[in-house]
């Protein structure tokens, strides 16, 4: 029996686990200007917003913060900054997905993925060169243009997507 007439089967416990491993984080303040310890001063409810709006379908997330930092190489890159609340609102998607997702991704797979890391990968590379003999490159930068071959590469790999 469902705890709720809500479409989605979200546990509040879920949210509140959400909320605690994004304080754990850290993290500066999204567009509305709202920080953690804000956030936390009407915490239950803050949470059951989130948690109505998830359950209930109607969560949209809000506008990002556009900060400027600097690059290694020089220049600026723009980061992405989302409101605290939106920030619990994905680790309730991440905690919630994770587990039934992990298990698709191949061992070779190390891209955000728990217990992962790049340094992870590139061990298993530095290991491998010294066992074959051989190397497969690939650039994925150039992966979806249109190619002479097969002009439609784009919609076909944007299809099967989804």
């Known amino acids: 029996m469902r705890a709720t007439d809500k479409p989605f089967n979200i546990d509040k416990m879920l949210v509140y686990e959400a909320f605690k491993?994004?304080?754990?984080n850290g993290g500066a303040a999204g567009v509305d200007g709202q920080t953690i310890e804000q956030f936390e001063t009407d915490l239950k409810n803050n949470l059951f917003k989130i948690w109505n709006r998830m359950s209930s379908g109607s969560y949209f997330p809000p506008p990002v913060r556009a900060v400027s930092i600097p690059k290694k190489s020089g220049g600026q890159r723009i980061l992405g900054v989302p409101t605290v609340a939106d920030r619990v609102a994905q680790m309730v998607v991440k905690q919630a997905i994770e587990p039934k997702l992990d298990s698709v991704f191949l061992p070779d797979s190390y891209?955000?993925?728990?217990?992962?890391?790049?340094?992870?990968?590139?061990?298993?590379?530095?290991?491998?060169?010294?066992?074959?003999?051989?190397?497969?490159?690939?650039?994925?930068k150039g992966l979806l243009d249109p190619s002479p071959y097969c002009p439609q590469t784009y919609e076909v790999v944007a299809n099967s997507l989804g």
């Open 21 to 24: 491993a994004v304080k754990s």
């Open 111 to 140: 891209g955000y993925r728990p217990n992962k890391s790049a340094l992870d990968a590139v061990g298993v590379t530095r290991e491998r060169c010294w066992k074959y003999d051989w190397v497969l490159e690939f650039d994925i």
